[in-house]
């Protein structure tokens, strides 16, 4: 594999290309926007460490044969880390990840994140002006952790950007079958979320995100990357799973794109 003009990228704009036949390792959290690289052997993240690529306003291209592999489906990234791949965009559906016919793009978190069990429900009506915990049917309490984000339906619909509101679990308390949630980072004023509205844990371990882009449910990013895919049908050469995408402007493919809890 040839990384730049000899040895690992390092400084801004520095660009890299993995060789037909080679495998390179990304084992490094790396901060420094790169700049337009390409894949026709395999890069790989490292299962069992954190890390991070950033890429400035261009374009990772998996060429035919080549292989952008974060974790895979033997394989996953591991739940105790952290593997992120990061687009600093200046122009909107321009720039991100291009993925040639009989190339393969592959990213697989774990799903032992969210204790396999990603999606429940309100388990009574919930008036979010009153108080910051509701809850939910089932024992969660050994499944999801504090921290980890999670989106509340409201069962009713009405403006999109109020139906559902995004919270950070503060505490888990299991009451009888089911569980307590309480939530952090102040409660919006929206109502009551009424019993059967779904909660959905949305964090993953494995993140593709434009560098900045809002997480608030209802604002728009701007100047947003892409997922080009140009393989044919039959192909499936492209699988995320378990994988949180934020701030894109789209997934573009003509056939068999599998988006698998994410």
Request: net charge neutral; charged share 10%; aromatic share 10%.
């Amino acid at each position: 594999a040839t990384w730049g003009g000899g040895g690992y990228p390092s400084v801004a704009a520095d660009t890299f290309t993995v060789a037909a036949g080679h495998t390179v390792t990304v084992n490094v959290v790396q901060t420094v926007e790169l700049g337009a690289s390409s894949i026709s052997g395999v890069l790989k993240f490292l299962e069992t460490a954190n890390t991070k690529l950033t890429f400035g306003n261009v374009t990772l291209t998996v060429n035919s044969g080549g292989e952008l592999r974060v974790g895979n489906s033997t394989t996953v990234i591991g739940s105790a880390y952290l593997a992120e791949l990061i687009w600093n965009t200046t122009g909107d559906n321009a720039n991100g990840i291009t993925v040639a016919n009989g190339g393969i793009l592959n990213a697989y978190g774990d799903p032992a994140v969210y204790g396999s069990d990603p999606v429940t429900t309100l388990a009574a009506n919930w008036n979010s002006a009153a108080t910051d915990t509701f809850m939910v049917v089932g024992n969660y309490t050994a499944k999801w952790v504090v921290g980890q984000e999670i989106t509340v339906h409201k069962y009713t619909y009405g403006a999109w950007g109020t139906d559902t509101a995004r919270f950070t679990i503060a505490a888990l308390t299991l009451n009888g079958a089911n569980t307590d949630i309480q939530v952090s980072g102040g409660v919006p004023s929206l109502g009551t979320f009424y019993t059967k509205g779904r909660v959905a844990n949305v964090s993953r371990n494995v993140k593709l995100y434009k560098l900045g882009a809002s997480t608030v449910i209802g604002n728009y990013n701007t100047s947003r990357p892409r997922i080009l895919n140009s393989n044919v049908a039959a192909n499936n050469n492209c699988y995320l799973s378990n994988v949180q995408i934020t701030g894109f402007n789209r997934i573009e493919s003509p056939y068999n794109f599998h988006l698998l809890n994410s």
